[in-house]
C-alpha cells in the first residue's frame, strides 16, 4: 500500500536505553522479611506482578533495611514498566500512583521512560505478543528458573510512534487497567458475599465448623 504524501515517514527503530533507564532492583531473599533489622520499606517481588498491575504498596511484604536511603534509590516511580528479571514466566507490570515508592526486589527490572517517551507505551509493546517472544529469546539458565539481564533488555530495538499518539495509548492503557481491576474487585467482593450467603443458609447461625 503506498503511503500518502501527507503522511509522515514511520520513526526509525531506537534502542530501549536510549529512551529510559533500565536497572535491576536491589537483591533481598524472603528470610531478609522476616529478621532484617532496619526501617521497614515495602518491596516489590516477582509475585506482585499479575495480569500487567503490580501489587498496592500497602499490601506488599516489608524487608527492613539498615541504609534505607540507599534502598530508596530503587524506589519505582508512576509510569514505570517492570519486567520479571528471574523466575519461570516473564511477567510485565506497570506502575500506577498506588505503588509507586515501593522498593523494586532484585528479581524485578525497571524501565523508566525518559521525558520524551510514556510508560504507558512501553508497556504495551514490551507485554505485547508481538514484542514478548524477543524477550523470551534473551533470557538464560536452567528451564525451572530463567534470567534476564537488564543490559541485554536495554539493547532491544523498539519503533515508538509520535509523543501525541503514544499519550493518546499510554491513556487508553491505563483506562484498561483501571476498569480491569475495578471488575476484579467487584467480583471478589461478590464472591465473598455469595460465601457468606451460602454458609448462612448451609450452617445458620453456628459457624463453629
Not at 458475599?193 to 454458609?199: Q, T
Given at each position: 500500500m503506498k503511503r500518502s504524501p501527507m503522511q509522515a515517514p514511520p520513526a526509525p527503530p531506537v534502542r530501549l536505553v536510549d529512551i529510559s533507564e533500565v536497572f535491576a532492583g536491589i537483591?533481598?531473599?524472603?528470610?531478609?522479611?522476616?529478621?532484617?533489622?532496619?526501617?521497614?520499606?515495602?518491596?516489590?517481588?516477582?509475585?506482585?506482578?499479575?495480569?500487567?498491575?503490580?501489587?498496592?504498596?500497602?499490601?506488599?511484604?516489608?524487608?527492613?533495611f539498615p541504609d534505607p536511603s540507599r534502598a530508596k534509590t530503587y524506589a519505582v516511580r508512576s509510569d514505570d514498566v517492570l519486567v520479571t528479571g528471574r523466575g519461570t514466566l516473564l511477567k510485565f507490570g506497570l506502575v500506577g500512583n498506588e505503588t509507586a515508592g515501593a522498593i523494586a526486589s532484585g528479581n524485578v527490572i525497571v524501565v523508566r521512560p525518559n521525558p520524551?517517551?510514556?510508560?504507558?507505551?512501553?508497556?504495551?509493546?514490551?507485554?505485547?505478543?508481538?514484542?514478548?517472544?524477543?524477550?523470551?529469546?534473551?533470557?538464560?539458565g536452567a528451564t525451572t528458573l530463567l534470567s534476564l539481564?537488564?543490559?541485554?533488555?536495554?539493547?532491544?530495538?523498539?519503533?515508538?510512534?509520535?509523543?501525541?499518539?503514544?499519550?493518546?495509548?499510554?491513556a487508553f492503557v491505563k483506562d484498561a487497567q483501571t476498569a480491569y481491576r475495578t471488575a476484579i474487585e467487584a467480583a471478589d467482593i461478590r464472591r465473598r458475599l455469595a460465601r457468606r450467603l451460602i454458609d448462612a443458609r448451609l450452617f445458620g447461625g453456628n459457624r463453629n465448623y
Amino acid at each position: 500500500m503506498k503511503r500518502s504524501p501527507m503522511q509522515a515517514p514511520p520513526a526509525p527503530p531506537v534502542r530501549l536505553v536510549d529512551i529510559s533507564e533500565v536497572f535491576a532492583g536491589i537483591g533481598v531473599s524472603r528470610e531478609d522479611s522476616l529478621e532484617r533489622p532496619g526501617e521497614k520499606l515495602p518491596v516489590i517481588g516477582v509475585r506482585d506482578l499479575q495480569d500487567g498491575m503490580v501489587t498496592e504498596r500497602e499490601a506488599l511484604d516489608t524487608v527492613g533495611f539498615p541504609d534505607p536511603s540507599r534502598a530508596k534509590t530503587y524506589a519505582v516511580r508512576s509510569d514505570d514498566v517492570l519486567v520479571t528479571g528471574r523466575g519461570t514466566l516473564l511477567k510485565f507490570g506497570l506502575v500506577g500512583n498506588e505503588t509507586a515508592g515501593a522498593i523494586a526486589s532484585g528479581n524485578v527490572i525497571v524501565v523508566r521512560p525518559n521525558p520524551a517517551t510514556t510508560g504507558g507505551v512501553l508497556f504495551a509493546i514490551l507485554s505485547s505478543e508481538v514484542f514478548r517472544p524477543k524477550i523470551e529469546v534473551l533470557r538464560r539458565g536452567a528451564t525451572t528458573l530463567l534470567s534476564l539481564s537488564p543490559k541485554d533488555l536495554a539493547k532491544l530495538e523498539i519503533n515508538l510512534p509520535p509523543l501525541d499518539e503514544q499519550q493518546r495509548i499510554a491513556a487508553f492503557v491505563k483506562d484498561a487497567q483501571t476498569a480491569y481491576r475495578t471488575a476484579i474487585e467487584a467480583a471478589d467482593i461478590r464472591r465473598r458475599l455469595a460465601r457468606r450467603l451460602i454458609d448462612a443458609r448451609l450452617f445458620g447461625g453456628n459457624r463453629n465448623y
